[in-house]
């Protein structure tokens, strides 16, 4: 095996969870591609996950901070992951919002063009168009092709260049079986990592105020992905859930249900803290 392809493909430390891929990622600027563990794709997978992205477009509006901005590419970079139903529910959302007199919305520059490409998306969901950089949008795995260890050491070059050059990913497969995704650095580089985060806390504000079946969608989408959440994000999360820092109308399920939340990321946070100490 080619020394390039093993420090490729031995650049991720594929341990269970967040900590152990996304620490690796953190070492490897500069990059054009990265290997990184199927499950990196899990959030994204989740049933939940455009109820997360509905949520934290909802809590962005109105605010004149960098939130608007995070939101909005977030949403450009994981639209083949949103189906037409759910694009109009955002475009919808967004044009009320825009067009409500008693809203007086600090960046219309963001949310005017959004809105626009959403009906253009769901009017021609398979269609092509320029995209700047920071908007090309991340490959679902199912979309993506396969290709074993074997033919990736012999057809390397041609293959790192197709994921540069196309914005591709490969599924890894070893054995037959899928091992690996092979991706441009830019999906999961530092920056994008954070503002993951900066959406699921964005989302989790927005369903304490809201309740519902979006606010329940986002519990579950943090509950069943704990594993797959940085400290950082469970932190902001675990403070905004003791203070329960907006004044909701909430019923008493709802209450529990968010108390149960905290006491599991809570968990989580001193699993995270003990693995540190050891």
Avoid at 188 to 200: A, H, R, S, T
Avoid at 261 to 273: D, F, V, W, Y
Wanted: proline residues 6%.
């Amino acid at each position: 095996m080619k020394k390039q392809e093993k420090d490729l493909l031995a650049q991720i430390a594929l341990a269970q969870g967040a900590a152990g891929w996304r620490q690796a990622v953190q070492g490897q600027a500069g990059r054009a591609a990265l290997a990184v563990p199927k499950t990196a794709f899990d959030l994204q997978e989740s049933r939940q996950f455009p109820a997360v992205v509905y949520s934290a477009v909802r809590y962005a509006m109105g605010r004149y901070t960098y939130m608007p901005d995070v939101a909005s590419v977030f949403l450009r970079r994981h639209r083949l992951w949103l189906s037409p139903a759910w694009m109009a529910r955002i475009e919808a959302l967004i044009r009320r919002h825009l067009d409500d007199p008693n809203q007086n919305e600090p960046q219309p520059e963001v949310w005017r063009p959004l809105a626009q490409a959403l009906a253009r998306w769901q009017a021609q969901p398979g269609g092509k168009e320029p995209t700047m950089e920071q908007y090309k949008p991340l490959q679902p795995i199912s979309e993506m092709e396969r290709i074993s260890r074997e033919e990736l050491a012999a057809r390397l070059d041609e293959i790192l260049a197709r994921v540069e050059q196309e914005n591709i990913g490969f599924v890894i497969t070893d054995d037959g079986k899928p091992d690996l995704v092979l991706c441009p650095y830019a999906w999961f580089g530092p920056e994008q990592l954070d503002d993951l985060g900066c959406v699921v806390n964005s989302a989790i504000r927005d369903a304490i105020r809201t309740g519902g079946e979006d606010s329940a969608a986002v519990r579950q989408f943090v509950r069943n992905h704990l594993p797959d959440l940085d400290g950082k994000t469970l932190r902001v999360a675990a403070k905004d859930l003791r203070e329960m820092f907006l004044p909701a109308p909430m019923t008493e399920a709802e209450k529990r249900e968010w108390n149960e939340l905290l006491e599991q990321i809570e968990a989580r946070l001193r699993a995270l803290k003990e693995g540190q100490s050891q």
